[in-house]
């Protein structure tokens, strides 16, 4: 791992996502405009990263949070609520909307490019929304089940171009529904439709399992998010919550076969963005959570390696974001072998969640 380029690697992908971001949205003046401030705030958040990293320190350009625990569907094979961190009671303990706010001004100060917002249902904490959208120099992309999305939310994403939502969906209505629960594809259709009336660039989320492999990354699907307006679609391989559900985990020929079809519909769509995550562990040089390429912040402040990986030895309640970075369980992660093991599924560190929880009790006995 030490001989991995970590930061070359993620400063190019990085410019690739911006590139890709400003051909999307050429067609579209306010948008565009938009996205070629943003790439130059982009460039400073990279030199920002390399000046950290003269100094011994390492900032990783995404960042995940999770900005509640509440959300009203129930997906099939969740792995929010499989961890337990999106439950049906309400919140309790969980960063107010100033605390969020801090953590993106100390994000946008060491150099974090995008902030991922998640939850639970992340837009049932609009107070969060709207501070996330002041902060212009970083993106963020608003992981949403589509269902509380109305003209408030279209003014906001309107008035705060930083802000973008991206809508989950599992391939045509059928296979939608089935996970998702009745209805909720033609929720998504209607949103689409308004987004693209409107103006406004929005994303699309695919959890990929074995079953849902090839229609998601079929050309015929991919043409019908596009016709509704969509620039953007990211790929999520599914983490299998039983040895039941590891069916469903893509393997090395399904990584493959994706691997190979996006390939196809970059060439295809080229005013599209298609990103696959978790990114080609052996072009990254392996997983790159724990601060390598990204890490988690859960609703109640906890730093942890990813949303897949629900462990934490330090909470940012405490202690600055720079500080959280260096965490005991980050710093063994990034240093040991773990996020180099082969596995099953989309994270290794649920795979291998009994070598974590050994990292963590360890920690706690010196």
């Not at 405009?33 to 995404?62: C, D, L």
């Not at 990211?234 to 040895?243: G, N, Q, R």
């Amino acid at each position: 791992m030490s001989n991995f380029a970590l930061q070359a690697y993620m400063t190019k992908g990085v410019e690739r996502i911006v590139t890709g971001a400003i051909k999307a949205t050429l067609k579209n003046p306010k948008e565009s405009v938009f996205m070629v401030k943003f790439a130059a705030a982009s460039r400073t958040a990279s030199q920002k990263r390399a000046e950290w990293k003269k100094r011994g320190e390492h900032i990783p350009p995404f960042l995940i949070a999770s900005i509640t625990s509440k959300c009203n569907l129930h997906c099939e094979g969740c792995y929010s609520r499989c961890t337990q961190a999106t439950v049906d009671t309400e919140p309790v303990m969980q960063l107010s909307a100033a605390e969020w706010n801090r953590i993106f001004v100390e994000a946008g100060d060491i150099g974090v490019s995008f902030i991922l917002l998640a939850g639970g249902e992340p837009l049932l904490r609009r107070d969060v929304i709207e501070a996330a959208g002041n902060h212009k120099n970083i993106l963020f992309p608003i992981f949403t089940n589509g269902t509380f999305i109305n003209d408030k939310y279209f003014e906001l994403f309107d008035k705060s171009r930083n802000l973008i939502p991206i809508m989950s969906i599992e391939g045509g209505r059928e296979a939608t529904d089935a996970r998702r629960g009745d209805g909720i594809y033609d929720i998504l259709v209607k949103n689409m439709d308004e987004f693209n009336k409107r103006g406004l660039i929005f994303g699309a989320s695919v959890t990929v399992t074995t079953d849902n492999i090839r229609e998601v990354s079929s050309v015929s699907f991919v043409k019908g998010l596009s016709e509704r307006g969509c620039k953007v679609v990211i790929y999520v391989e599914f983490v299998p919550d039983s040895e039941e559900a590891e069916k469903l985990a893509p393997g090395d020929s399904e990584r493959a076969y994706l691997s190979d079809a996006i390939g196809m519909l970059r060439q295809e769509y080229p005013d599209m963005i298609f990103i696959s995550f978790p990114v080609d562990e052996k072009s990254s040089g392996g997983c790159i959570a724990a601060g390598r390429g990204f890490f988690h912040i859960n609703s109640h402040g906890g730093a942890e390696p990813c949303p897949f990986s629900p462990y934490s030895d330090v909470n940012v309640k405490d202690q600055p974001l720079l500080e959280a970075l260096k965490s005991p369980l980050f710093t063994m992660l990034r240093s040991g072998d773990i996020l180099l093991d082969e596995h099953k599924g989309g994270c290794v560190l649920y795979a291998k969640k009994d070598e974590v929880e050994a990292i963590i009790l360890g920690n706690k006995a010196t």
